[in-house]
């Protein structure tokens, strides 16, 4: 088959190579061309030009979120054969797919649950949003680009689960590395395993698109509750401090001890993991 890639970034260039090992002939389109023709070369894969030269079978799309729409709009004005776009929030993309599916255009939407150092994709969790007939767009999906876990939830559902899965961790994540970062050095002396896990997870976030970054939180209209119950949890808890309620704050995490589950197995994995002095 014939796969056109939209977008050479690292979810682009992970799907170009990805299509490539599944045997497919990939040509990669990006708005910044040095981009595109670098990576083409990189992957072995070839490029085009311009988005309406790009001509192919099918298509998947990884531009930036705000962007998605008028890609998959244009690409269907052509008459693309089927259109599979990745994008990390979906109820604002959602509503603007659902006219085009029911005029016709072969379209799927798909949330990859992964990053790009994932191996294999059958190992990893892949996101599906019904446009219209999820079956029908499951097997368009799995006809493209393969087995994997797949899980179909609304677009909804979706961007209230990414407020916490990516949201809030990017968000925990950066104000960690706001209090740590100017005494980094310093505090590694004393580090204990569950510091240094913490530190070595937030190191990893900074790799992030600072514009994805940024959309993730300020553009899913679920976040704000994600927020609004932190700051609650927050004021609990200085409320704890500044009382010097030792009682109160130890019955409040033990009652989150009991409720969280699988406490062993994430104990043993810390103390499993090669983390030394340098993250």
């Excluded at 510091?195 to 993730?216: G, I, N």
């Excluded at 119950?229 to 309620?245: A, H, I, P």
Aim: one cysteine or more; proline letters at 3%.
């Amino acid at each position: 088959m014939n796969v056109g890639v939209v977008g050479a970034g690292r979810m682009g260039r992970w799907f170009a190579r990805h299509f490539k090992r599944l045997g497919h002939s990939v040509t990669l389109y990006d708005v910044n061309r040095e981009r595109a023709e670098s990576v083409s070369r990189e992957i072995g894969c070839a490029s085009s030009e311009s988005l309406e030269g790009l001509e192919a079978d099918a298509y998947l799309v990884a531009v930036p979120i705000e962007r998605t729409l008028d890609v998959v709009r244009e690409l269907s004005s052509k008459g693309a054969g089927g259109i599979v776009e990745i994008a990390s929030l979906k109820s604002e993309i959602h509503k603007g797919l659902v006219p085009l599916a029911r005029s016709g255009v072969k379209v799927a939407s798909i949330h990859p649950l992964f990053g790009e150092g994932a191996k294999d994709l059958r190992e990893e969790r892949v996101a599906l949003v019904p446009i219209l007939d999820w079956r029908e767009e499951l097997d368009f999906v799995k006809g493209l680009m393969g087995e994997a876990n797949y899980e179909v939830v609304s677009a909804e559902e979706h961007d209230e689960a990414m407020a916490v899965v990516l949201g809030l961790t990017h968000l925990l994540n950066m104000l960690f590395s706001s209090l740590t970062v100017e005494k980094e050095e310093e505090l590694k002396k004393f580090s204990s395993r569950m510091f240094l896990a913490q530190l070595t997870l937030s190191k990893a976030m900074m790799l992030e698109d600072p514009e994805l970054f940024v959309r993730l939180q300020l553009d899913n209209p679920k976040f704000l509750d994600v927020m609004d119950r932190l700051e609650r949890e927050l004021r609990d808890v200085r409320e704890f401090v500044e009382k010097k309620d030792h009682e109160g704050y130890k019955r409040k995490f033990e009652r989150m001890r009991e409720r969280v589950k699988g406490k062993e197995g994430a104990y043993r994995l810390i103390y499993g993991l090669k983390l030394g002095s340098e993250p």
